[in-house]
């Protein structure tokens, strides 16, 4: 009996394998269609050029994939059990992608932001429910009151969620569903949706699997990459893709809107194009050694005795890229050393303390434009309240010693001088609090034993500082400085905010990421901006490789 | 709260927000907003029957009154249209500006039907395509006719530039008109013992000079009192390169005009406001605040101040025209435009739709709010425009763009970038005005940089 009931199951199990099999080699015969039709000139008119492409090209795995499998699978190989479960899963996700799309989910959820402002007061009665839920437990010792609590609770609750339900628009949607479901394309991809769950069913499935040999190394491994999948294909999607396109699209003209043309690295080269030539004196005019319809001027030096001027194609590239590195070199230090001090401070025991690390934790997590335009009027140089104080600090100079210093009307960001220093300031005072408190979790990790052998050695406050918690804190450092310079050298907002027009005075605060906006969305030069975008990935890049190098030498971050 | 209950109600909660998701797409309501209460869920709209078009349209609204007039004229136009269902949207957001909005929307193919638009962007748009010339409609429809709307704008609306040819096209209608005037602050200015800029329009002495001693006797009052006050961009400086005869470009729009004699002069009178007299709020400081502290006697800013200005002034104030220069007040004609986007499937509706966003009897509506000056050259807009008082002196915007006064129509460049030519113009003016730049060296290098902007 147990011999007639095995067979039976491995001849189901070769049968499973049998239809998997000729699934396979339809799926890849329906991939060549799929792909004649996506690039056949007249086929899918909606979609743009790239994205047929791409389309196309992932299509063209999939079935080589699936040929692959149904390859293997007639050989019973276990080979042909992982290209299926591959080829099925990435099907699965992909039709049920489309599925979800086509029903209209992914709008709704613009709309569900609507819907349930309107009705999320209706969920504090569910908080209500769990109140009188929650008084139920005071009476333990009378177990009937308590399970009427319970009830009510309960009740309450679910009234209230219903209602809240109802008003978040659940019957409308339900109605709607409903009627999108009748219709055939989406009846088709749900048919699609449900053949790809069962082959992988079919594969899945032990005796299955036991038929085609599997290994316990296999399955952990499927099993690893299965639970991978979901932050695996959000990062392929949303971080990998874009940032292959955007590389893509820095080798075009592609102005946004479908007008493209691939020109290689002439974005590249526009931005590098530079000119080097010798001046006859160091007034000379530009436009004498050097084409003014290609360049303009970038820098003029002296060597050697003789003048030299730089000319560049692009010149507000390499000055925003120059103003770009002064902010990160500058910000860098000033928003890590005050917070390393800060943090010294703020580990101490003294009552009230909490309090002033949550102020000082605030602007982090304040919005940037609101900050921008706060310190916008604090800077104004005609009723801005610093230049109002340091005013009055001045005349209180001048009363008591008799000095004659002028009213203070600095031009924070109106000057070429000062406008750099002043976005440089606000952003150092709006990372600084986040260091501090990146430092103050270091600080606690260390060890108190050693502040007490070295107190018990005579050693002062600031050689224990020196000595032992400086060191100690490398990795915390090391942390703080590659965040802050990337995010430093990602600059914009507050440039965005608060210089009028932005990047003013003249090209002063002009920084790398607004200028790649500027080109972006304003120029319709989204190649050109595209281009801008991956210089200043590899500057990043690279400055952060540096810092990991000399980090490693010093052996403080093990990485 | 038990496990069980805990489970069951998140799963209810995850299974009503994916179900809820599939609801349509809630669309603002065409109605006015009357109050700040929130605004209750809009009820899935039903399947529309096969006649029944909807036609999304947008404008840049400068304030929530605004907002509100715009949706009770869709709800009014709606009505009106018969098949047609109108959704108005506000645009923008609060992270992104509304041409940003707008440009992302396009690219990926969920703009609205008709939008608008600056007049500097026209150019840009009509050549990529991406709006629609409505030419053969508006040949076809009785009693349309271009030259109801200040020339100005027409004349970049009904650019071909394939022809380069004005006339031939039609890329839209112009939904405003706005023109610089001074605000003033008669207070200071009594105090400082200076004339009253409107008696010396009406004297005919409201020139240059006049103003420059207005503004030196306002300063005196002390170093941190201003004459003058104006924001940095294109506009203010502009008007004076215009009133003495100079323009940004040359005569047909190709190339650079900023190194002419007369351009010259324009910048020179003003950066002798900025750096020599220093009577002008710092060039690069926000002008507003100050005003609106009573430190500035005359503000130079166009209609959409207004608003502001009568909400937040303490002291007493009107408006005044420009002072002229050798070439007049130099105005600015600011205008915008209501296109239609190029992949509208409703092209002949959207058409209608423009026309009647532009009729006297709407332009009349918005004009009331007092920010926006009609577009068509309508007495009945214009009657409902100077109701908006105060300012007392509203003549003094229509002044400005009076055909008398000769003002500049803002303008896109065909011929070249528009964005590029500001951003090399903006920066070297500003190291002008600031100082760090002598007028020899700016005229020297000006058009050489500029000219890149332009398609050779």
């Not at chain 1, 959820?109 to 839920?133: E, H, M, N, P, R």
């Not at chain 1, 009740?155 to 628009?169: D, E, H, M, T």
Request: glycine share 8%.
């Amino acid at each position: 009996m147990q011999v007639q009931k095995t067979h039976k199951s491995i001849n189901q199990t070769q049968l499973i394998i049998k239809v998997t099999t000729a699934w396979h080699f339809l799926l890849s015969i329906s991939g060549i269609f799929l792909i004649a039709y996506i690039i056949f000139p007249h086929g899918l008119k909606n979609i743009p050029v790239w994205l047929s492409y791409i389309s196309a090209i992932l299509i063209g795995l999939l079935s080589i994939g699936s040929f692959y499998s149904a390859f293997k699978l007639i050989k019973l190989q276990r080979q042909g059990r992982t290209a299926s479960l591959v080829v099925n899963y990435i099907g699965l996700v992909v039709t049920a992608l489309l599925f979800f799309q086509n029903l209209g989910i992914f709008l709704g959820v613009d709309a569900l932001a609507k819907t349930f402002g309107s009705s999320i007061g209706w969920l504090s009665g569910v908080l209500l429910g769990y109140l009188v839920y929650t008084i139920g437990d005071r009476y333990h010792y009378r177990i009937q009151i308590e399970e009427m609590f319970h009830k009510i609770g309960k009740y309450i609750a679910l009234i209230f969620f219903a209602i809240f339900l109802i008003k978040s628009g659940l019957f409308p949607a339900l109605i709607y569903l409903a009627k999108q479901m009748i219709l055939p394309s989406n009846f088709v991809i749900l048919f699609v949706v449900i053949v790809f769950g069962l082959a992988i069913w079919s594969m899945w499935r032990e005796p299955t699997a036991l038929y085609l040999n599997r290994t316990n190394a296999q399955t952990e491994a499927l099993e690893g990459y299965l639970f991978l999948s979901p932050n695996l294909i959000g990062f392929l999607i949303f971080f990998a893709f874009p940032l292959v396109f955007s590389f893509f699209i820095s080798l075009t003209d592609w102005d946004a809107f479908g007008n493209s043309n691939f020109i290689g690295l002439a974005n590249y080269f526009e931005l590098f194009k530079l000119n080097l030539k010798q001046l006859a004196n160091s007034t000379q005019d530009f436009f004498q050694v050097m084409d003014g319809s290609i360049f303009s001027e970038l820098l003029r030096f002296n060597m050697f005795g003789k003048s030299y001027v730089l000319g560049a194609a692009d010149a507000r590239f390499w000055i925003a890229l120059r103003n770009t590195l002064v902010f990160g070199i500058v910000t860098v230090p000033l928003s890590a050393i005050p917070a390393l001090f800060l943090a010294n401070i703020l580990n101490s025991k003294i009552p009230g303390m909490k309090i002033f690390r949550a102020i000082y934790f605030l602007p982090s997590i304040a919005a940037v434009v609101g900050i921008s335009l706060i310190w916008q009027w604090l800077y104004n140089a005609t009723i801005g309240y610093i230049n109002y104080f340091i005013t009055v600090g001045l005349d209180f100079i001048n009363s008591v010693f008799s000095t004659g210093y002028p009213q203070a009307q600095i031009r924070w960001l109106s000057e070429s001088r000062t406008a750099l220093l002043a976005i440089i300031i606000v952003s150092a005072w709006q990372t600084m609090g986040f260091n501090t408190v990146l430092f103050l979790a270091g600080l606690q990790n260390v060890p108190k034993e050693l502040y007490e052998a070295a107190t018990v050695d005579g050693a002062g406050r600031w050689a224990k500082f020196w000595k032992i918690t400086l060191p100690l804190l490398a990795p915390t450092t090391f942390f703080v400085i590659t965040t802050t310079t990337i995010q430093a050298f990602q600059v914009f907002e507050q440039v965005f905010i608060m210089t009028n027009p932005p990047g003013s005075p003249g090209t002063s605060t002009l920084t790398i990421v607004l200028y790649l906006y500027q080109n972006g969305f304003q120029r319709f030069q989204q190649g050109y901006a595209a281009a801008i975008a991956w210089v200043l990935f590899i500057v990043i890049f690279s400055v952060t490789l540096l810092q990991f190098r000399s980090q490693r030498k010093t052996g403080a971050y093990d990485v | 709260m038990s496990r069980k209950l805990f489970l069951g109600i998140s799963l209810i909660v995850i299974l009503a927000m994916v179900l809820s998701a599939c609801a349509p797409k809630v669309v603002e309501t065409a109605t006015p907003v009357e109050t700040a209460a929130p605004v209750e869920a809009a009820e899935p709209t039903a399947a529309p029957v096969a006649e029944e078009i909807t036609l999304r349209w947008r404008t840049r609204p400068d304030n929530q009154a605004e907002i509100d007039v715009y949706s009770a004229v869709s709800a009014d136009l709606d009505a009106a249209m018969e098949g047609v269902t109108l959704v108005y949207e506000p645009g923008g957001s609060e992270t992104s500006s509304y041409q940003d909005v707008l440009k992302t929307e396009i690219g990926a193919g969920t703009a609205p039907d008709v939008f608008w638009i600056p007049g500097t962007d026209v150019a840009d748009f009509a050549t990529r395509g991406l709006i629609l010339d409505m030419k053969s409609m508006a040949d076809a429809t009785e009693g349309f006719s271009a030259g109801d709307f200040y020339p100005g704008p027409m004349y970049h609306l009904t650019y071909n530039p394939e022809t380069s040819m004005t006339g031939e096209a039609l890329w839209g209608l112009p939904r405003d008109v706005s023109t610089f005037a001074l605000y003033l602050n008669l207070d200071l200015i009594a105090e400082a013992g200076a004339d009253d800029p409107r008696e010396l329009v009406k004297e005919g002495k409201w020139t240059w000079e006049a103003f420059l001693d207005v503004a030196k006797k306002v300063q005196a009052l002390g170093s941190d009192v201003y004459g003058y006050g104006a924001n940095a961009w294109w506009g203010p400086y502009g008007v004076w390169i215009n009133s003495a005869g100079g323009n940004f470009y040359n005569a047909d729009r190709t190339a650079c005009g900023l190194d002419t004699p007369e351009a010259i002069a324009g910048l020179t009178f003003e950066r002798q406001l900025y750096v020599e007299d220093k009577v002008a709020v710092p060039y690069g400081e926000d002008s507003e605040p100050p005003f609106m502290a009573g430190k500035v006697a005359m503000f130079q800013n166009g209609r959409w101040a207004t608003p502001g200005v009568r909400a937040n002034a303490n002291f007493n104030w009107d408006v005044v025209e420009l002072p002229t220069g050798a070439s007049g007040q130099g105005n600015w004609l600011f205008w915008g435009a209501y296109v239609v986007n190029a992949n509208t499937e409703h092209s002949e509706e959207a058409w209608k739709l423009v026309q009647m966003l532009t009729t006297a009897e709407t332009q009349g509506k918005i004009a009331a709010l007092g920010a926006n000056i009609p577009s068509r050259m309508s007495q009945e807009a214009f009657d409902a425009f100077l109701t908006f008082t105060p300012p007392a002196n509203n003549q003094a915007f229509l002044n400005g763009i009076a055909d008398a006064n000769k003002p500049t129509a803002e303008g896109p460049l065909w011929a070249g970038s528009w964005p590029n030519y500001d951003s090399i113009m903006g920066p070297m003016v500003s190291k002008v005005l600031n100082g760090e730049l002598t007028i020899e060296d700016y005229q020297k290098t000006i058009c050489v940089e500029a000219n890149k902007a332009f398609e050779h």
